[in-house]
């Protein structure tokens, strides 16, 4: 399985971003997924994820009513729309997906729920 994040770039303060993650090996219908982002001198924190086999959507608290995950099952990836972008948005997003099984609600939050992780895509916001 492997994973390929892509989008990410250099945006000023209140711009947007559409960041797209793709899979092999894996479908992200089968799945849930998530995003999560780690910022330099940082741990990596959750940004957004949807549940698996639902269309039930889940995002930070920072993030929530300016991002937006969204499945394309027809072309097999995943996006996270990204407004009103803000200095501290900056960091390395990654997407995850998770495994078998069905994981609780608040599991999705957590970066050990999920067993494939692409490689990164660094968003700068700066002016």
């Given at each position: 399985v492997q994973l390929q994040a892509s989008g990410g770039g250099l945006v000023q303060p209140g711009g947007s971003l559409r960041l797209s993650c793709s899979a092999s090996g894996l479908t992200?219908?089968?799945?849930?997924?998530?995003?999560?982002?780690?910022?330099p001198g940082k741990e990596r924190e959750f940004v957004a994820a949807?549940?698996?086999?639902?269309?039930?959507?889940?995002?930070?608290?920072?993030?929530?009513?300016?991002?937006?995950?969204?499945?394309?099952?027809?072309?097999?990836?995943v996006y996270l729309q990204m407004n009103a972008l803000r200095p501290e948005d900056t960091a390395v997003y990654y997407c995850a997906a998770t495994g078998r099984g069905n994981p609780i609600m608040s599991s999705y939050f957590q970066t050990s729920t999920y067993s494939y992780w692409g490689q990164g895509t660094q968003v700068t916001v700066s002016s």
């Open positions: 992200f219908s089968a799945n849930g997924v998530g995003w999560f982002r780690q910022a949807v549940r698996k086999g639902t269309s039930s959507t889940y995002y930070a608290a920072s993030v929530k009513g300016r991002f937006t995950i969204s499945k394309d099952n027809a072309n097999n990836r």
